[in-house]
Nanobody, 124 residues
Framework: QVQLVESGGGLVQAGGSLRLSCVVSGSIFRINAMGWYRQAPGKQRELVAGINSGGSTNYADSVKGRFTISRDNAKNTIYLQMNSLKPEDTAVYYC??????????????????WGQGTQVTVSS
């Protein structure tokens, strides 16, 4: 099985910074694209930032210029550096990975995996 564990959330004042981390572990054959999503109360989950296996990135318009996603393939880890945080950034942040697990003798089917989420709260 493939597991994702996020860390780094917390409470910060507007204008502050936080860095989220997400480690992918388990029986992994290959990790493709990864990304950060967020869900605020009463709202749908939305893509914040994504990064593919080659390092190409994409961002939601609302975070461009403030957030940076990066990836350490050797550590199966992605990061989200969040600067100039605003109260509207308050949400539960989820890490996602599109990956193929390893059965022990062959790759498993490609699937999307999710972490448990980490709360980010930005006070005004």
């Amino acid at each position: 099985q493939v597991q994702l564990v996020e860390s780094g959330g917390g409470l910060v004042q507007a204008g502050g910074s936080l860095r989220l981390s997400c480690v992918v572990s388990g029986s992994i054959f290959r990790i493709n694209a990864m990304g950060w999503y967020r869900q605020a109360p009463g709202k749908q989950r939305e893509l914040v930032a994504g990064i593919n296996s080659g390092g190409s990135t994409n961002y939601a318009d609302s975070v461009k210029g403030r957030f940076t996603i990066s990836r350490d393939n050797a550590k199966n880890t992605i990061y989200l550096q969040m600067n100039s945080l605003k109260p509207e950034d308050t949400a539960v942040y989820y890490c996602s990975a599109n990956a193929l697990g390893w059965s022990g003798y062959r790759p498993l089917d490609e699937a999307d995996y999710w972490g448990q989420g980490t709360q980010v709260t930005v006070s005004s």
